[in-house]
C-alpha cells in the first residue's frame, strides 16, 4: 500500500512536472512575439462607429459574416468596445421575452451604439466589451487579458502620434493565437507528449444539451441563463448529432427568420452552407497536437468531448486550451 502510495505521488508529481515544463515552452514562445506578428500584409477591417443604429450595425456583422467587430467614437476619436453575436443573442433574450418583434426593431431603431452600454445593463449587468491592447503588446500579455475575461477576441488599437487619437489597427483572437503557436512553435514533440486528460483540459460533467425538436428561442434561453456559446445537439440515445452555436443566430439573421425562433433547431441547422465546419469531436485521450491540427484545419471555436459511445461527456473551448499552456 505505502509502495502503491508512494508511486502514485510520484506519478502525480511527474504529470505536473511535464505539464509545467509544457506551459512554460507555450509561455517562452508568446513572449518571443508581439501582436504585431499577427497582423496580416492585407485583411479587411469592419469599425462600427458608435453614431450607428443598432439595427443598422447588428445587421452589418450579419451581412459579412463575422461574429464582432470594435466600434469608434469618432466624436471623442477613441475605441469604444466591440460588437459581438453574444450582444445579439442576449438582445433577442430580452426582447423575446418582453415585447413582439415589431416593438424589438422599433425600439433598436432608435437606439445609437454610443447608447448600447446602458442597453447591455438590462441582461444580468452584461457590460460592453472593450478590451484592448497595443499592436507591440507581447502574445503572452494579450493572451493573459483574454483568459482574464470571458471574450475571445480584443481590438488592437494604437496611438495617432500626432493627434493622440485611437486608432484601431486590427482585431485578435484565441483561435489565431493558437494557429499561430501550432504551426511556428519548434519542439512539437511535447505537443504529442499529452492528452487532453493529462493536462485537465476542458469542462465536464451536467453539459446543457437539447434535441433536433427543440426550439431555437429555447436554446437561447441556454445560452444566455448558462453563460455559453454552443449547446451539443443529441438523438433519442444521447449520441450526438450536432450542434447550436451563437454563430448560427447569424444564418437565422441572414435569412430575415428573427421573428420565427420557435422553429426547431432541426430546421434551423439546415440552413447552414455546405462549407460550415459543423461539429467536431474528440476524446479526452486525444494529444493536444491533434486537438490544435483539428482547430486549425476546421476553424472551429470548440470541441464535444465523446465517450467511445459518441455520447458527451465535456467541452473543449478555445480558452480551455489556450489556458493550459499559460504560466
Do not use: W
Not at 506578428?37 to 492585407?42: A, E, F, Q, T
Not at 475605441?79 to 418583434?101: C, E, H, K, P
Not at 437606439?111 to 446602458?118: A, H, R
Not at 499529452?194 to 434561453?221: C, F, K, N, P, Q
Amino acid at each position: 500500500m505505502d509502495i502503491l502510495g508512494r508511486s502514485d505521488k510520484e506519478d502525480m508529481r511527474s504529470g505536473e512536472v511535464k505539464r509545467r515544463e509544457l506551459a512554460q515552452l507555450a509561455s517562452f514562445f508568446l513572449k518571443q512575439h508581439s501582436a504585431y506578428d499577427m497582423i496580416p500584409v492585407s485583411f479587411r477591417l469592419i469599425v462600427l462607429d458608435t453614431k450607428l443604429l443598432v439595427t443598422k450595425a447588428l445587421s452589418t456583422l450579419v451581412q459579412n459574416g463575422v461574429e464582432s467587430a470594435p466600434m469608434y467614437d469618432s466624436a471623442q476619436a477613441c475605441y469604444a468596445g466591440m460588437l459581438t453575436t453574444t450582444d445579439l443573442v442576449n438582445l433577442i433574450q430580452y426582447y423575446y421575452s418582453n415585447f413582439s418583434y415589431t416593438e424589438a426593431i422599433d425600439d433598436l431603431g432608435q437606439v445609437q451604439l454610443e447608447d448600447y452600454k446602458e442597453l447591455l445593463m438590462r441582461f444580468k449587468s452584461r457590460q460592453t466589451n472593450t478590451l484592448c491592447s497595443n499592436p507591440l503588446d507581447t502574445l503572452y500579455e494579450v493572451s493573459r487579458r483574454l483568459l482574464a475575461t470571458d471574450y475571445s477576441t480584443l481590438a488592437l488599437v494604437d496611438e495617432d502620434t500626432e493627434t493622440g487619437n485611437d486608432v484601431i489597427v486590427s482585431v485578435l483572437s484565441i483561435y489565431r493565437i493558437l494557429n499561430f503557436m501550432a504551426v511556428n512553435i519548434d519542439d512539437k514533440k511535447k505537443l504529442r507528449q499529452h492528452s487532453l486528460y493529462d493536462l485537465e483540459i476542458g469542462t465536464y460533467g451536467d453539459l446543457v444539451t437539447a434535441t433536433m425538436d427543440v426550439s431555437v428561442i429555447d436554446i437561447i434561453r441556454m445560452f444566455v441563463d448558462n453563460n455559453i456559446s454552443v449547446v451539443p445537439i443529441l438523438d433519442e440515445n444521447g449520441v450526438v448529432l450536432n450542434v447550436f452555436a451563437e454563430s448560427d443566430i447569424i444564418l437565422l439573421a441572414r435569412e430575415g427568420l428573427l421573428d420565427e425562433l420557435t422553429i426547431p433547431v432541426s430546421e434551423a441547422l439546415s440552413l447552414r452552407p455546405d462549407d460550415y465546419p459543423g461539429v467536431h469531436t474528440c476524446a479526452q485521450d486525444d494529444t493536444l497536437f491533434s486537438v490544435l491540427d483539428t482547430i486549425r484545419k476546421t476553424q472551429v471555436q470548440r470541441l464535444i468531448v465523446v465517450d467511445e459511445d459518441i455520447k458527451p461527456v465535456g467541452v473543449v473551448t478555445l480558452s480551455d486550451v489556450l489556458r493550459a499552456l499559460i504560466i
